[in-house]
């Protein structure tokens, strides 16, 4: 299956087919799924595709609307005369210039803070169903030309000073705003579906989901196996959590970090390490009536026979799935990390 590249830290994209050959093998039966930690979809947009009925779940609003676009918008409703008409300034609006005015030179080039800040208040102008489309083609630019795609460090000069070195692109990072909008509206208009699924969308942390369904997919952020402090998924992509709430910004932003971290979405759940086991058995006995299907790493705290024990706290049976080594990119310590998928029954 062909899929859309959304990149995200963590993203399961490479494992799609392992996961759900590991659920056929096991004889796994389900006509519904809940996606709680959904990302920017592609467990979801993978399980749409195989004709499952969708409930997908995130904290992060700016990841809902990516959902959206990949799930829930038709094929051809947003076009490349709406991507550009994004970046021009409209006769009659006033427009702020929140990005440029409190991030100069921290992840984005004066002139693209600008663009950026046009971009965003134009979006509150179209209709509905195409906003979900206009922000995926914003975020998926704004991701691209960042060294990492991340956010958690103030490190434009990793491009504007660049050195040949063993990550990034220099050529894509200075694609220009206009010609990244054209490519992803292509790439999205191939990726939509022609008729829609059935998915439904919410936007809250996984505990305080109250949705159902056969098969809950569980993929929490990883822990290292010593505690290093870690970083949070809020914070490698709070600036683009921060733009789907662009008048509260300055309000949100933490000026005593150097990466200005907009506090708009924060929560702590499943983000500390202390608490990951109890947060974790406690959503998987709110979904004790549906199978579990929990994603984790070998090289991950805590241990895969911990999760296991937990998973059998409320489920009678369980399978270990070794999905084969996937180390991250940024990380050449980790060629031995497999992925595992317990499913319990």
């Given at each position: 299956m062909n899929l859309p590249v959304t990149r995200y830290y963590g993203s399961k994209r490479r494992l799609l087919d392992k996961i759900w050959e590991a659920l056929a093998v096991h004889q796994i039966e389900f006509n519904s799924v809940?996606?709680?930690?959904?990302?920017?979809?592609?467990?979801?947009?993978?399980?749409?595709h195989k004709g499952k009925d969708i409930i997908y779940n995130?904290?992060?609003?700016?990841?809902?609307?990516i959902a959206k676009a990949l799930l829930c918008s038709s094929r051809g409703s947003f076009t490349e005369a709406d991507a550009l008409a994004l970046l021009q300034r409209v006769d009659g609006r006033e427009y702020q210039n929140i990005i440029a005015q409190n991030?100069?030179?921290?992840?984005?080039?004066?002139?693209?803070?600008?663009?950026?800040?046009?971009?965003?208040?134009?979006?509150?102008?179209?209709?509905?169903?195409?906003?979900?489309?206009?922000?995926?083609?914003?975020?998926q630019s704004c991701m691209i030309k960042r060294p990492f795609n991340l956010f958690h460090r103030k490190n434009l000069n990793l491009r504007t000073n660049f050195v040949k070195a063993n990550f990034g692109n220099k050529v894509t990072w200075e694609q220009t705003f206009k010609d990244l909008f054209l490519k992803f509206t292509k790439e999205l208009n191939e990726f939509q579906f022609e008729a829609l699924p059935n998915v439904e969308i919410t936007n809250t942390s996984a505990l305080k989901c109250d949705r159902h369904a056969d098969l809950v997919y569980i993929d929490t952020p990883y822990f290292p196996k010593q505690d290093g402090g870690g970083i949070t998924y809020h914070n490698r992509y709070h600036f683009l959590e921060g733009l789907m709430n662009y008048a509260e910004i300055p309000d949100y932003i933490d000026r005593q970090k150097v990466n200005l971290e907009i506090g708009v979405g924060k929560c702590s759940e499943f983000e500390k390490?202390?608490?990951?086991?109890?947060e974790l058995d406690e959503l998987i006995h709110k979904h004790q009536d549906s199978i579990i299907a929990l994603s984790y790493?070998?090289?991950?705290?805590?241990?895969?026979?911990?999760?296991e024990e937990v998973v059998h706290r409320h489920k009678q049976t369980i399978h270990v799935c070794y999905l084969g080594k996937h180390g991250f990119a940024l990380n050449r310590n980790n060629a031995e990390r497999q992925e595992v998928l317990i499913i319990g029954l």
């Open positions: 809940l996606d709680l930690f959904g990302g920017t979809g592609i467990v979801s947009y993978y399980m749409a995130d904290i992060l609003s700016f990841n809902c609307e991030f100069n030179q921290v992840y984005y080039t004066p002139d693209e803070d600008e663009i950026i800040d046009i971009v965003v208040q134009n979006i509150h102008y179209l209709e509905n169903e195409k906003k979900a489309s206009a922000y995926y083609i914003l975020f390490r202390s608490n990951y086991i109890n790493t070998t090289e991950g705290y805590p241990s895969i026979q911990e999760l």
